[in-house]
Structure formats: structure tokens, C-alpha cells
């Protein structure tokens, strides 16, 4: 018999109530969230952001997941220019991870409705040009890892909220106009390794609980108006590298605790109102390259277990009120590439150990109270560019180990008790632009060959007991300023007048000497006295007419100095060249600045002997800004050695105290990366003068890296220091975070570079090293053959789907595809390089000497530029 099914009516009443609810739900779920394909595309395209009719998850920036649901809108760098934030309707993104559109041109505030986006892992938004405050939405975005905001305009406080996002891990809002206290509620952010609130203006003290923060890597809360003590708790942040707290005013003493943070690389506490004595405990940071803790108030000795930091790079204790001798643990600081103590009350003697100390190139004691001699292991002192002695009691003489240091360009013993004699191997000092050796005792006869340092700028020799006679050297070099006022010299002088005056027997018949004066008076009492009144007439006739001729001279002279040619007549003190600039730039209006670089802002300048040079000159307060001086004086010297066809020439420097500057030549098209932004520019840079502008900048690299005496790495190659000339030549610029690679030193170094172009390895190791350059080098050849940055193009290298993208894919749409096999094929080796040296491993990289010598010579590629792939050029050899 068949069985039977029995469903009695109260289960079909349930079964049918459970479908139906089931089909609500799902109709509640549709009608409230965007469909994929429809809804998030509308909500992209209203934007107006993007203008492409294909389907949304292939526009440019935009990322879907197998669901078609947008997940990442990536825009960063585009040179699009975005416009108000609040276009984007964040509602419509329910699946968003990530949020980067950094340098997009954002302006208005920041949304309230931001807060929607629940899911968000990343938001960046840095460089653009954002106002108002931080909303308090924020605090909604609990699993938000990334959180950058840094070089906007946002005022107002950080809200404590904040503290809630417990999974941030980069936190980073530095160059805004922040005001308030920073919450004390940071301390919940326990998973943070960066903290960046450097360049706001935030007051009140540092919280104590930061140091709750143990994974902190990297703290930088400099250049704000912070007060208050440094927390006893910083010593828990054992993780920490980095530690900046400069330029606030913070008080109190350096806590002994910090000896504890035994991971940190760099410790910066300049500008600040810090007293007491330097602790001891910081000789246990042996990990340490950088400390800084000058301006301030500290006081007591040096303690002597700074010489236990062996990895230190820079030293900088100048401008305190600290006392005692230099210890000489300190010969053990054999990597210490700079060192200064300058004004402060150190006594005693320089040790000789300080001639250990190799790898120095700039040295500073001056204003201090150190007596005894310059030890003569001065001399070991090869790579010195910079020694400052000024402003002590040191006596003796000058050691002729000082004609060793071949390097040095700027030399400043003055104000001490030196007597003895100029050693004549200070002639050796090519490059030598500045000595002042004034004030001292200094006596015996000036170097003949004293004048003929091509690089002298201006030598001051006052205030000694030189004699003799003026070397013809010295009489003959109009371009460099000599003081040699107040001596017991003898002979001819030269204009100008004060240069020369107080001395025996210096005389050309010039009024303003006094010992001339009384010869003339002697001589015209001779000639009244033998001649008549006809011969007298003449005499005097004669002086006229002599008088009159020299005045003359002089005033051409005067003329032609002025408004000469700067590059030949450059005055260090900025005399004649100040003037012509200030009248040329009309006192630095802003009507001239032609751009702002990493520091300092660039000014065009036409002077009277029309030449266009460029300027770079510091802000007020970057002349106080021991960062910026230092790559003021970086670039300077890094550009006094080399010099290169594709390397930016400078022209000179002022370091005149009411402004400092450097002289380059004038470059007509401004930077590649606004060339290959500008849209009616960018059509005249074709394929050959691409290609060009890639060869420039290998080669000046290769020139860097392999033809100098000690390797010289850039360190921020981007498309932003790379200038163009009329003819669209390229040249390397911007020198002022470049260094020498010591092939016997560790060269780590702190992070430089511009973001998008750093190697990645450099990231996690620190160390530099010429492949560095090398990645940098490949992403501009690709930005300049793509016409844009090659942004998340480098992430896809290492998959599979690289062999889906065509050369064609990538070229800069606005030229036509490259006529012609020769134009082709160099532009597909220029690829094909850039892809090599973008390789993660910088081991598998080419050196820039290979690949300049490859783009000098010719390759074939068989097939056309549209059918072969990124894939095959990747793994070509060649």
C-alpha cells in the first residue's frame, strides 16, 4: 500500500510565513543597498571624475571585487584635479577598503557622511587642499588602518574620539594648521607605529600615556607649540627609531628614561627650552645616527659615553650653555660625517683623537673657550668641506697639515691667539671659497699663490701682523673680496680702499691711506719748493687730469662689478651680487617665484648684464632650521664636486645674513613632472626628446655613481627635480638630501626621497645605496614615456597579468604611437630598462652605468609596440 504524506495546515501557514519573510528581507536588502553594477557607477560617474563609457570597474583607479562591488578608488598622483571631496557619495560604497587620492587637487572639508564607510582600511587624502576640521565621523571608521591626512589645510583640534580606531597603525597629519591638545586617548592607539603631527600648532604637554604606545616606530611631533616636560614613559617606546620633538618649547630636563629606547636611530630635540645637564644613560642607544640638541638650555659637561655611539652620522650639541673639555672617546665616532659644539663655553684642549674621525665633513667648535693648538691630525681629516674654529682661545699655528684636506670650502679660524705664519700648503686648497683667519696674530708674508684658488669668494686676512708685499695673485683676482686691512703690509693696494687700509706702507696715490697722505704732503712741499709757479701749474694740471682718469677708471670699474657678470665677479658677503638680485627680483616679490622645492622657494632673475638665472632661496625661518641648512650646504657641496652636461650647474651662493640663496642656471621649461602635466606643453615633448630626457638623466647618474671618487647617490630622484631647458634637455637638480657612499661604512641613513619614487627596500633596511637610485631612475623613465605617474602599474609587475598589458597599453595616449622602427625600438628599451631596474630585489637591478651604456647603443624588438607585453619586456635580456 503506497505510503501517504500528511502536512497539516499550521505547518503550511509557518513554511509559507518564513518564505515570505525570506523574500522581504532579500527585497529590503536589494532596495537598500547599490547594485554593482548600476548604482556605485552612477555614483562614480556623477562625480565627474572619470568620463570613459566603459564598464566602472575598468576605469583608471577604480577596483571591484569578483562581486562587481567597488573596493579600492585609487587616484593618488593623477594630476587630476578633483575638486570638492563631498562629489563622492560615500554611501553608495558599503564594500570600500580603500580610499587613496592623495595630490588630486581636493578642496572643501572633509564630509560628515565619511563616517559611512564602515569597512575602510586605508584613507589617504594627503596633499590636497582640504579645510576645516576633522570630523568626528572618523571615530566610526573602527577598522581603519591608514589614516593620512598630512600637507592640508585643516585647523581645528583632534577629536579624543579618535582614540576608539584601535587598529590604526599610521597615523599622519603633519603640515596642517591643527590647534589644541593631542588627546590623551592616543594612548588606546596601541597598535600605531607612525605618528605624524610635525608642522601644526598644537600646544599644551605631550600625554604621558604615548608612552603606552609599545609598537610606535616613528614619532614625529615637531614644529608645533608643545610645552611641558618630556614623559618619564617615552622610555617604554622600545620600539621607537625615530623621536622628533623639535622646534616646540618644551622644558625640563632630557629624562634619564630615555636610555632605555635602545632601538632608536634618530633623536631630534633642537629649538626647544630643555635644561639641565645631557644624561649619560644616552650612550646606551648604540643604534643611534642622528642626535640633535642644539638651541636649548642644557648645561654641564659633554658626558663622555657619547663616544660609545659608534653608528652616529651627525652630532649637533651647538648653542647650549654646556662646559667641560671634548672627551677623546670621541676619536671612536669614526662614521660621524658632521659634528657641531659650536657656541656653547667648552674649554680646554681639541683632542688629537678627533683626527680619527674620517668621514667627517663638517666640523664647528667655534664661540667656545677652547685653548691649546689645532692638533696636526687635523690632517687625517680628508673629507672635511667645512672646519669652524671662530670665536676661541687657541693658540699656536696653523698645522700645514691643512694643505690635506683637499676638500674643504670653507675655513674659519678667526678670533683666536693663532700666531706663527700661513703655511704655504694651504695653496693646495683648491676648492677652498671662504678663509677667514681675521683677528688673530698671525705674521710673516702672505702665499704667493694665495690669489689663484680658483673657488676663493672672499679670504679675510685683517687684524694680524702680516708684512711684505701684496702677492700679484691677489692684486690681480677682481672676482673674490680680500680684507687684508690692519697689517704691516707693503707695495701697491687695490680698490677697495677699506680692504687695504691701516698698514705700513701700502700706497698708490689713492686718498683715504694715511701714510700715503703724509708722502704726498712731503712730495708736494718738494715740488713747491723747486719749482716755479708754471711748473706747479702743470704738476697740479697734471694731478687733475690724473686724478680725473683714475676716478673715471674706478667708476667704470665700480659699474662693471655691479651690474657685471655675476658669474665671474661673485661677493660672498653679498655686496654688489645682494644688490643686483634685490633689484632684479624686487626684493624677492612674489611675482617672480617660479616654484617651492623641498626647502626653500625658486625666483626667475634677469640681471643688468642680462643673464636669467634661478634662485632658491631660504625662508626666514629655514635659516634657523638646522634641516634646511644642512641641505643648503648639502647641495652646495655635492654640486661644487661634480660637474656633468645633464647635471643643473651652479652658478654661486650667498650666505648673506639677511638672506641665503643659491645661483643656478636658468632652466626655461620648469620641471619634467609640469611638463608632462600641461596639456598643450606636453604634445612638444615627442618621442625622440622623451628618450633624450631619459639618456640626460641616466647618464648624469651614471656620471654620480661610477665616475666619482666616492660615490654620490641622489637619493630623491623624481620627476619634480628633473628641469628641462629650452631645447628640452634634461638636467639632475636638486642636491640637498644627496650623499657620498663610504664603500667602508654602513651608509644607513634616515628616509629621504619623494613618495611614490623611494625604493621599497629602503623602507625596512635604511641603508643606501646606489640602486636606490636606480628604482627611482625607472619610475621617471616610465612617468616620462607613460605621461604620468606609474602609480599601481609597478604593484601589478610581479603577477601574472603583466603579460595582459601591451606596451601600446601604457604609453602616453596624447602623442600618436611612435613612427618609425628606430623611435619605436628606443622607446621600447627605454621600457624595457625602467621595468629592470624597478625590480623589488635590488640585487637583480642593472647599475646606472649599464643601463646608460645600453641606451647609447641600438636594439631591435620584432614585434610592433602593440603586441608586445610588459611580460616579454620585463624578461628580455638585455
Given amino acids: ?97 580603500v580610499l587613496w587620492l592623495d595630490d588630486c587637487g581636493l578642496n572643501g572639508s572633509i564630509p560628515h557622511q565619511i563616517g559611512t564607510l564602515t569597512q575602510l582600511t586605508v584613507l589617504s587624502l594627503g596633499r590636497n587642499n582640504l579645510t576645516g576640521e576633522l570630523p568626528l565621523s572618523l571615530a566610526n571608521l573602527t577598522q581603519l588602518e591608514y589614516l593620512v591626512l598630512y600637507s592640508n589645510l585643516l585647523h ?43 608642522g601644526n600648532q598644537m600646544g599644551g604637554c605631550i600625554p604621558p600615556q604615548i608612552g603606552k604606545m609599545k609598537n610606535l616606530k616613528l614619532l614625529n611631533l615637531g614644529y608645533n607649540n608643545l610645552t611641558g616636560v618630556i614623559p618619564s614613559s617615552f622610555g617604554n617606546l622600545t620600539n621607537l627609531t625615530y623621536l622628533y620633538l623639535d622646534s ?192 688673530n696674530l698671525i705674521s710673516g708674508k702672505i702665499p704667493l699663490e694665495l690669489g689663484n684658488l680658483k673657488e676663493a669668494i672672499y679670504f679675510n686676512l685683517s687684524h694680524n701682523n702680516l708684512s711684505g708685499t701684496i702677492p700679484p695673485s691677489i692684486s690681480n683676482n677682481m672676482w673674490a673680496l680680500f680684507d687684508l686691512s690692519h697689517n704691516q703690509l707693503e707695495g701697491q693696494s687695490i680698490a677697495p680702499l677699506e680692504a687695504f687700509d691701516h698698514n705700513k706702507g701700502l700706497c698708490d696715490g689713492i686718498k683715504g691711506l694715511s701714510h700715503c697722505k703724509k708722502r704726498h704732503q712731503v712730495i708736494l712741499i718738494i715740488v713747491v719748493s723747486l719749482s716755479a709757479t708754471l711748473l706747479l701749474s702743470v704738476a697740479i694740471l697734471g694731478f687733475l687730469i690724473h686724478k680725473r682718469r683714475t676716478r673715471k677708471n674706478q667708476l667704470l670699474e665700480t659699474t662693471k662689478v655691479k651690474n657685471g657678470d655675476l658669474f665671474s665677479i661673485w661677493d660672498y658677503d653679498g655686496v654688489i651680487a645682494y644688490q643686483d638680485i634685490i633689484q632684479a627680483t624686487e626684493d624677492f616679490d612674489i611675482k617672480y617665484c617660479i616654484g617651492t622645492g623641498g626647502y626653500g622657494s625658486v625666483y626667475r632673475a634677469q640681471l643688468p648684464s642680462g643673464k636669467v638665472v634661478a634662485l632658491k632661496k631660504l625662508h626666514g625661518w629655514e635659516r634657523e632650521d638646522p634641516t634646511s641648512l644642512k641641505s643648503f650646504e648639502n647641495e652646495v657641496q655635492m654640486l661644487s664636486r661634480i660637474q656633468h652636461r645633464n647635471i643643473v650647474k651652479l652658478h654661486g651662493f650667498c650666505l648673506h645674513k639677511r638672506c641665503m640663496f643659491l645661483v643656478y642656471k636658468y632652466m626655461e621649461k620648469g620641471s619634467l613632472y609640469c611638463m608632462l602635466r600641461d596639456e598643450v606643453e606636453v604634445v612638444e615633448l615627442d618621442w625622440i626628446k622623451r628618450v633624450n630626457v631619459v639618456k640626460g638623466i641616466a647618464n648624469a647618474l651614471s656620471y654620480m655613481h661610477h665616475d666619482s671618487t666616492l660615490p654620490i647617490i641622489h637619493r630623491d630622484i623624481s620627476s619634480n627635480n628633473i628641469l628641462l631647458d629650452s631645447k628640452l634637455e634634461a638636467f639632475v637638480a636638486d642636491f640637498g638630501t644627496a650623499r657620498l657612499l663610504d664603500p667602508d661604512s654602513s651608509n644607513q641613513t634616515l628616509l629621504a626621497g619623494t613618495y611614490g619614487y623611494i625604493a621599497p627596500e629602503l623602507a625596512y633596511t635604511m641603508v643606501v645605496t646606489e640602486k636606490c637610485d636606480v628604482y627611482s631612475f625607472g619610475m621617471v623613465a616610465l612617468e616620462t614615456i607613460m605621461g604620468k605617474h606609474p602609480g599601481d602599474l609597478v604593484t601589478s609587475l610581479s603577477s601574472s597579468s603583466t603579460q595582459n598589458i601591451t606596451l601600446k597599453d601604457v604609453l602616453d595616449s596624447r602623442l600618436s604611437s611612435p613612427k618609425g622602427p628606430q623611435v619605436a625600438n628606443d622607446v621600447t628599451l627605454v621600457v624595457s630598462l625602467a621595468l629592470k631596474c624597478l625590480h623589488c630585489n635590488p640585487r637583480f637591478r642593472p647599475s646606472m652605468q649599464q643601463v646608460s651604456w645600453r641606451l647609447s647603443a641600438s636594439k631591435s624588438f620584432p614585434q610592433p609596440v602593440g603586441a608586445i607585453s610588459l611580460l616579454q619586456l620585463k624578461n628580455e635580456e638585455i
Avoid at 579624543?160 to 589644541?180: A, H
Fill in 1 to 97: 500500500m503506497a505510503s501517504s504524506i500528511i502536512i497539516s495546515p499550521a505547518v503550511v501557514v509557518v513554511t509559507i510565513t518564513s518564505i515570505m519573510m525570506i523574500m522581504l528581507f532579500s527585497l529590503a536588502n536589494a532596495l537598500s543597498s547599490p547594485s554593482s553594477s548600476t548604482d556605485e557607477a552612477e555614483a562614480l560617474r556623477s562625480t565627474g571624475w572619470w568620463n570613459s563609457t566603459s564598464a566602472h570597474c575598468d576605469w583608471d583607479g577604480v577596483y571591484c571585487n569578483d562581486a562587481g562591488r567597488v573596493t579600492r578608488i585609487s587616484l593618488y598622483d593623477s594630476g587630476k584635479e578633483l575638486g570638492e571631496l563631498s562629489k563622492l557619495e560615500f554611501s553608495s560604497f558599503p564594500s570600500l577598503v
Fill in 156 to 198: 581645528g583640534s583632534i577629536p579624543p574620539e579618535i582614540g576608539k580606531m584601535k587598529d590604526l597603525i599610521y597615523f599622519i597629519l603633519l603640515d596642517n594648521n591643527l590647534t589644541g591638545v593631542i588627546p590623551s586617548s592616543f594612548g588606546n592607539l596601541t597598535n600605531l607605529t607612525h605618528l605624524y603631527l610635525y
Fill in 248 to 439: 616646540n618649547q618644551i622644558s625640563g630636563f632630557i629624562p634619564p628614561q630615555i636610555g632605555k629606547m635602545t632601538n632608536l636611530e634618530l633623536l631630534e630635540l633642537s629649538y626647544n627650552g630643555l635644561h639641565g645637564p645631557i644624561p649619560p644613560e644616552i650612550g646606551k642607544l648604540k643604534n643611534l645616527e642622528l642626535l640633535e640638541l642644539s638651541y636649548n638650555g642644557l648645561h654641564g659637561p659633554i658626558p663622555p659615553e657619547i663616544g660609545k655611539l659608534k653608528n652616529l652620522n651627525i652630532l649637533n650639541l651647538g648653542y647650549n650653555n654646556l662646559i667641560g673639555v671634548i672627551s677623546s672617546s670621541f676619536g671612536n665616532l669614526t662614521n660621524l660625517t658632521s659634528l657641531t659644539l659650536g657656541g656653547n663655553q667648552i674649554s680646554g684642549f681639541i683632542p688629537p683623537e678627533i683626527g680619527k674621525m674620517k668621514n667627517l665633513i663638517f666640523f664647528n667648535l667655534g664661540y667656545n673657550s677652547l685653548t691649546g693648538v689645532i692638533p696636526s691630525s687635523f690632517g687625517n681629516l680628508t673629507h672635511l668641506t667645512s672646519l669652524i674654529l671662530r670665536g676661541n682661545q687657541i693658540n699656536g699655528s696653523i698645522p700645514p697639515e691643512i694643505g690635506y684636506l683637499l676638500d674643504l670650502l670653507y675655513l674659519d679660524l678667526s678670533t683666536n691667539q693663532i700666531g706663527g705664519f700661513i703655511p704655504e700648503e694651504i695653496v693646495n686648497l683648491k676648492k677652498l671659497g671662504h678663509l677667514d683667519i681675521s683677528n
